[in-house]
């Protein structure tokens, strides 16, 4: 047996599917736990009964109060307490962050054991930019809401991940697809499993998919990028200089210009003091 822990919070990341997925360091600190606390004791059992795990455990999701974290933080004083979500790695779309805070908070040790994470393998599934790329989580159900979350988003130059329902897919890529434009996209479904797969396709293409049949199971979507800007229109840049001019400096005017239109800084500093020596 190795050597004992010392008492803390210890963050544990557990299977998103396959139990073997299950890293042995995890497997340890589940075994010599003084207490688990799960989101759902009747799914964690089965991963800690994988684990050799007899450790009592204590429920801790969304709905516990304050009482609960009370006591879970005094523990860690002189105790090890895990903490395990019903898949992956915990406070990745899972409670916990609170926990953690208070317990750091409380002056407790606090530990991570790293290992899967649903939304890191759908991006290396889905074959799309993964140098840069932003978690979503699960999107709001109301088609509004929905288009405002996605709008906020539309702009950014990096790789976009969601978790859905197999019931919303459809209606979620449509609203993508109106919002972020058709891009290129990929469905990632039951990861590790039996039934893993992955669908790739523009986001219409996959809504379609999902319209003519409802995917099961747990469900990531990648989105990619957006393409680049077509070039702006020159009466559009002149406006956008002339209006620049009178808040800022020549070469400040020419710096922000380029930057929100992608024009040329080195041509719009020449342009702008030519402009503002008519002025």
Not at 52 to 57: E, I, K, N
Request: charged share 25%.
């Amino acid at each position: 047996m190795s050597a004992p822990f010392a008492p803390g919070l210890y963050i544990v990341a557990g299977p998103i599917g396959n139990l073997s997925d299950l890293s042995p360091r995890a497997a340890e600190i589940l075994r010599q736990a003084d207490v688990v606390a799960v989101e759902d004791t009747r799914v964690s059992a089965k991963l800690l009964r994988h684990a050799g795990s007899d450790r009592p455990m204590v429920p801790y999701h969304d709905h516990s109060d304050d009482r609960v974290r009370a006591r879970l933080i005094e523990r860690m004083a002189s105790e090890v307490v895990a903490l395990l979500s019903d898949a992956g790695t915990p406070l990745i779309s899972d409670p916990g962050y609170k926990l953690v805070r208070d317990a750091r908070g409380a002056g407790r040790a606090v530990t991570t054991i790293p290992g899967p994470c649903a939304a890191i393998a759908a991006v290396t599934l889905s074959g799309l930019p993964s140098d840069r790329f932003l978690f979503m989580g699960f999107l709001p159900p109301k088609t509004k809401a929905r288009g405002d979350a996605l709008a906020e988003v539309a702009g950014l130059r990096a790789s976009l991940i969601f978790y859905e329902s197999g019931p919303r897919c459809a209606a979620s890529l449509a609203d993508m697809a109106a919002a972020l434009g058709d891009r290129p996209a990929a469905l990632c479904r039951e990861i590790s499993k039996a039934y893993e797969e992955t669908l790739t396709g523009s986001l219409s293409e996959l809504s379609a998919a999902c319209a003519a049949k409802e995917p099961r199971g747990e469900i990531v979507i990648v989105v990619g990028p957006p393409g680049e800007k077509p070039p702006a229109d020159e009466d559009d840049v002149e406006a956008a200089l002339a209006e620049a001019l009178t808040r800022l400096s020549a070469s400040q005017a020419a710096s922000e210009v380029a930057r929100t239109l992608g024009a040329d800084r080195k041509a719009l500093y020449a342009r702008a003091l030519d402009l503002k020596g008519k002025a």
